[in-house]
Structure formats: structure tokens, C-alpha cells
């Protein structure tokens, strides 16, 4: 389905009838990530599978959003679908959005997979790459033509940026560069609903500490760690994860 939130066109994938379920993919990737999860849980709940804004099929944001601006939209598809009390399983930064979502809104349960919620903390390397970035992006566009410049940045960008940053557009990479800034641990104590982390013990993009510190501050959360797995846990051990899934949504 298409989705129109604020005239603009948010895709959505339905299939299956039952409870409510949303599917919250992670930074880079589309609702096809949670395609064999969908097929399984649509065997017995209404699964909404989504494309972020910025993503797959939805038109991408012309302002600068943060993690409050995605969830307010999630919330306001559950408002005009007359979804009640729907769960939520969210992939990295879908995460993000569950953790928000499920914070101040009644939610049935939630999954958290390799999720990202907690702002990392950062080595000397990490600013002196942002800060040698920055000096750089300053002296270009001074001292450079406009295109001279943007050749120069691009290629400085390809060296020493992440792939999600490198792979994106100039309006996603401002998104990301706030999203990855947002700390959500202070909203993790208001989360009551049954909350299940499924994660990888090798992921380096959101560690297995982060897991750690999420089942320690949310009330009624378990932790299900995937050994030899890294940040898509879900696809390298699908056996797991499909296990896992059936026993939390009760799926016979």
C-alpha cells in the first residue's frame, strides 16, 4: 500500500490478518530485509512491513529528521489505520524507532535486533577524522570552484567515511549524521511492554554491551545472543532467529 503522509508517498507492504505487527528495517536497506520474517509471522497477524522515508519506494525527507520525526510518522500511521496496541521489531536503526515508539505508546511486545539506541562512544580517531573533515570541507570551498571542490570532498569522503555515509544522498547523510548522535537511553525505563533483543556477539556497529545495557534499563526484557554472528544477526543464523520469533509471537 502507499501510504500519504503529509501529501507525500510512504510504501508499506501488508500481508497477513491478525494482531498488528510493524516491521522497521535498518539504516540502508528496504522492508525486503524482513521478507522471510513477514512470510512467518503473517501466518497469524496483519504485518506491516515499511519502507522509511529516505528508503526503497518513500519519497526521502527534504528537512533534516531525526529519530523524533520517524517515530511521529509510524505514530501517525497507527492513528489513521486505527491500528490498537500494535508489536514492533526493528533492525538497527529501526531500533532506534521502536525504542521511541514503544516508550510512549501502548505496544503489544517489541523486538530489538542489533539495534541502535545508544550513542557510541567515540575514540580520538573518530574526531580526528571529523575535524580533519570539516577543515578540509572549509579550506575546498574557499579556496576552490564549486565543482573542483565537490570532486576533491567526494573523494576525501570515499577514503575515510562509512559505506551507509558514502552510499547516501547529501539529505541522508545530514539525517544520519543526527540519528547517530541521538542517545535514547533515557527513554528505556518508560518501556513496559514484554521486549525481546536478538543480537549478534560479534557486531561491532551496535556491541553486544549495548544488549547488555538495554535488558539491564528496560523492565521486562531477555537477551538471545547469536553466537559468531555480527550486526545482521537475523540473516546469519535465520534458523535461530525464525525459532526464536515463533516462540515470542506464540506462532504454533
Same mark, same amino acid.
Given at each position: 500500500?502507499?501510504?500519504?503522509?503529509?501529501?507525500?508517498?510512504?510504501?508499506?507492504?501488508?500481508?497477513?490478518?491478525?494482531?498488528? $505487527?510493524?516491521?522497521?528495517?535498518?539504516?540502508?536497506?528496504? *522492508?525486503?530485509?524482513?521478507?522471510?520474517?513477514?512470510?512467518?509471522?503473517?501466518?497469524?497477524?496483519?504485518?506491516?512491513?515499511?519502507?522509511?522515508?529516505?528508503?526503497?519506494?518513500?519519497?526521502?525527507?527534504?528537512?533534516?529528521?531525526?529519530?523524533?520525526?520517524?517515530?511521529?510518522? +509510524?505514530?501517525?500511521?497507527?492513528?489513521?489505520?486505527?491500528?490498537?496496541?500494535?508489536?514492533?521489531?526493528? *533492525? !538497527?536503526?529501526?531500533? %532506534?524507532? =521502536?525504542?521511541?515508539?514503544?516508550? %510512549?505508546?501502548?505496544?503489544?511486545?517489541?523486538?530489538?535486533?542489533?539495534?541502535?539506541? +545508544?550513542?557510541?562512544?567515540? &575514540?580520538?580517531?573518530?574526531?580526528?577524522?571529523?575535524?580533519?573533515?570539516?577543515?578540509?570541507?572549509?579550506?575546498?570551498?574557499?579556496?576552490?570552484?564549486?565543482?573542483?571542490?565537490?570532486? $576533491?570532498?567526494? %573523494?576525501?569522503?570515499? =577514503?575515510?567515511?562509512?559505506?551507509?555515509?558514502?552510499?547516501?544522498?547529501?539529505?541522508?547523510? %545530514?539525517?544520519? !549524521?543526527? $540519528?547517530?548522535?541521538?542517545?535514547?537511553?533515557?527513554?528505556?525505563?518508560?518501556?513496559?511492554?514484554?521486549?525481546?533483543?536478538?543480537?549478534?556477539?560479534?557486531?561491532?556497529?551496535?556491541?553486544?554491551?549495548?544488549?547488555?545495557?538495554?535488558?539491564? *534499563? +528496560?523492565?521486562?526484557?531477555?537477551?538471545?545472543?547469536?553466537?559468531?554472528?555480527? *550486526?545482521? !544477526?537475523?540473516?546469519?543464523?535465520?534458523?535461530?532467529?525464525? &525459532?526464536?520469533?515463533? =516462540?515470542?509471537?506464540? +506462532?504454533?
Amino acid at each position: 500500500m502507499i501510504y500519504k503522509y503529509d501529501n507525500k508517498e510512504v510504501f508499506v507492504e501488508v500481508t497477513g490478518d491478525g494482531e498488528p $505487527v510493524l516491521l522497521l528495517h535498518g539504516w540502508g536497506c528496504t *522492508h525486503d530485509i524482513f521478507k522471510a520474517l513477514a512470510t512467518i509471522l503473517s501466518q497469524q497477524y496483519k504485518v506491516y512491513s515499511f519502507d522509511f522515508p529516505g528508503f526503497g519506494a518513500s519519497w526521502e525527507p527534504s528537512d533534516v529528521w531525526g529519530v523524533e520525526e520517524y517515530t511521529r510518522l +509510524i505514530e501517525t500511521f497507527v492513528a489513521d489505520n486505527k491500528i490498537k496496541k500494535p508489536s514492533l521489531v526493528g *533492525h !538497527s536503526f529501526g531500533g %532506534r524507532v =521502536s525504542l521511541l515508539y514503544s516508550s %510512549r505508546n501502548e505496544t503489544a511486545r517489541v523486538v530489538l535486533v542489533d539495534a541502535a539506541g +545508544i550513542k557510541p562512544k567515540r &575514540s580520538w580517531k573518530y574526531y580526528y577524522k571529523v575535524y580533519t573533515y570539516k577543515c578540509a570541507k572549509w579550506l575546498c570551498n574557499t579556496l576552490l570552484p564549486k565543482e573542483k571542490a565537490e570532486e $576533491v570532498l567526494n %573523494r576525501f569522503r570515499k =577514503s575515510s567515511g562509512s559505506s551507509d555515509y558514502n552510499n547516501a544522498s547529501p539529505m541522508m547523510r %545530514r539525517i544520519l !549524521s543526527k $540519528v547517530v548522535n541521538e542517545d535514547l537511553k533515557h527513554v528505556m525505563p518508560a518501556i513496559k511492554a514484554p521486549t525481546l533483543l536478538f543480537w549478534g556477539d560479534r557486531d561491532t556497529a551496535t556491541p553486544l554491551a549495548d544488549a547488555k545495557y538495554m535488558e539491564k *534499563h +528496560i523492565k521486562d526484557a531477555g537477551l538471545v545472543i547469536a553466537h559468531g554472528t555480527g *550486526h545482521f !544477526s537475523f540473516l546469519e543464523n535465520p534458523g535461530l532467529f525464525a &525459532s526464536v520469533m515463533k =516462540s515470542f509471537f506464540k +506462532i504454533k
